[in-house]
């Protein structure tokens, strides 16, 4: 017998000025099921998803919630009704205790009013043990947690609220392998008492595993929708981008001699990582491999200047390096684009054409530093056209864009500073498949125009489709420096895990 319906979407459209984000989009959640929605970046999923969680009106169409029409005028109009959302970018109150994140708004008083800290330190700890963290996290600030356990803590809260729909938004993103199993373990646990999820992601290797039913959305409509069974990787990606699409991308190897750009030497720094070695050639490819924690990215911010090493040596062309901030990196053309993108590389208030020009404003100055905006808006716009970036206006503020385009601005923004080293960090986490293969297409573009690239990624496909020599790192340690066609995704995997090539996973 079928599951009953939880949730009913009817005809839903909502648009922005010009711009129609959902045009008669229909979803049905049926009760104890996991709905994944899939498309790709600008597809409509996250205004849909606000739409459920309260947190926009549509301008049409209906909702019906067990089924009774209802509207949700806000997000705690929606979370009374018990629908929760963790968002893909973590949303939580930095220097509160994770007990005050999981219990603000529902705080748990005693009988004479006063805040029962007793029953909430209880009652947190057996929510972030569900999810397979420590209970002494409890008592700590969500600053001094990685970034993977605050994204945890924010699902632990939406759980522990006994949420009738839990929308996940990209929930693996800043996961590692071993919290995203975590992860699927409560979703399957949570479905069995009789709850929805549903599941927005761009990894459809998770989709596979996790999900009962896809829908696809394209251009604000709603394309397609498959039962797990019914669902094939083609089928989906052809639903997604109105194409045909290879995720098989191989960078060649270059072929030319080709100098040493950077050599690092036994680099540490205490409590991050210890005694990294490596070298990386013009026109190649490095790739950083390993799980959340493992010292990647402080790695590179050495090189960056901007988290010094406790020992080791540099060398950047030959000579002897060693910077003192980010300023010094980019005056030797070593460019780093961060992880973060939308705390670290871009000014989400501030238009597009600003954002492109950031960094870059002495050449459109004139003597005395007065910026010409005609200067600025050609130099933004030669940005736009170059990388293929969706806008409607260059003044539009920049947090409008797509995760994927917003990408595009930081990465078009690195290159106008025409680098000889260029650090990408994840850069395409949270992306769709399409903006992904645009990236990939355009990262190896670059290797073979003679830039050295280093690639971190959590995506072992992408790794291996990529670069040309890989280093593995596990909790701070370096465990391999292999070459991309005398290894596998297997090999690779044990070395981040901190076993050795030839031992067996126990499953």
């Known amino acids: 017998m079928d599951k009953a319906a939880l949730l009913d ?7 922005f000025g010009g711009v129609q984000a959902l045009e008669n989009v229909s979803i049905s959640v049926k009760k104890g099921e996991v709905h994944a929605i899939v498309g790709e970046n600008g597809a409509g999923k996250s205004t849909l998803m606000k739409i459920i969680a309260g947190a926009l009106l549509p301008d049409s169409g209906t909702i019906k919630f067990e089924e009774r029409k209802i509207q949700f005028f806000s997000p705690r109009d929606a979370a009374r009704n018990g629908i929760s959302i963790v968002y893909q970018e973590p949303i939580y109150f930095r220097e509160l205790s994770v007990i005050e994140n ?17 029953s909430m330190t209880k009652g947190a700890s057996e929510a972030v043990q569900k999810m397979g963290l420590p209970v002494d996290i409890v008592g700590k600030t969500m600053s001094d947690l990685m970034l993977g356990s605050q994204q945890l803590v924010l699902i632990a809260r939406s759980i522990h609220k006994e949420a009738k729909v839990l929308i996940l938004d990209e929930p693996t993103a800043i996961l590692s392998q071993a919290e995203t199993e975590l992860l699927f373990k409560t979703i399957r646990e949570v479905k069995k008492q009789g709850s929805s999820i549903i599941y927005i992601s761009h990894r459809l290797e998770e989709i596979f595993k996790i999900a009962d039913r896809i829908s696809v959305l394209r251009d604000g409509k709603k394309v397609a929708e498959y039962t797990l069974q019914e669902a094939t990787e083609d089928k989906l990606v052809i639903s997604m981008t109105g194409r045909n699409f290879s995720f098989d991308i191989k960078k060649k190897p270059n072929g030319k001699p080709s100098k040493s750009i950077l050599s690092v030497k036994n680099l540490s720094r205490a409590g991050y990582y210890q005694n990294v070695s490596f070298e990386i050639k013009s026109g190649e490819i490095l790739g950083f491999y390993g799980l959340v924690g493992a010292g990647r990215s402080e790695v590179v911010k050495a090189i960056y200047g901007e988290m010094h090493p406790d020992e080791g040596e540099i060398l950047f062309e030959g000579e002897k390096y060693s910077p003192k901030n980010s300023r010094e990196a980019i005056d030797r053309k070593i460019i780093y684009v961060p992880e973060d993108r939308r705390q670290q590389g871009l000014f989400l208030i501030r238009a597009i054409r600003d954002n492109l020009s950031a960094g870059l404003l002495r050449s459109v100055s004139n003597s005395i530093g007065i910026i010409n905006p005609d200067k600025e808006s050609t130099l933004a716009q030669s940005q736009v056209d170059s990388l293929k970036i969706k806008i409607s206006s260059l003044l539009t503020p920049v947090s409008s864009l797509s995760g994927g385009n917003q990408q595009k601005v930081v990465l078009s923004r690195g290159l106008t500073h025409k680098p000889e080293l260029l650090i990408l960090d994840e850069p395409t986490h949270g992306i769709d498949v399409g903006t992904k293969s645009e990236i990939h297409k355009l990262i190896t573009s670059l290797a073979q125009n003679n830039i050295a690239i280093i690639l971190i990624s959590s995506e072992l496909p992408e790794i291996l489709a990529l670069a040309d020599n890989i280093l593995v790192m596990h909790e701070g340690n370096m465990m391999g420096y292999l070459k991309r066609n005398e290894t596998d995704e297997e090999s690779i995997l044990r070395l981040a895990l901190g076993l050795s090539e030839k031992s067996n996973i126990q499953n």
Do not use: P, T
């Open 9 to 15: 979407l009817e005809n839903i459209s909502k648009s």
């Open 102 to 118: 999981i219990y603000i708004g529902d705080e748990l008083r005693n009988k004479q009013g006063m805040l029962d800290w007793d």
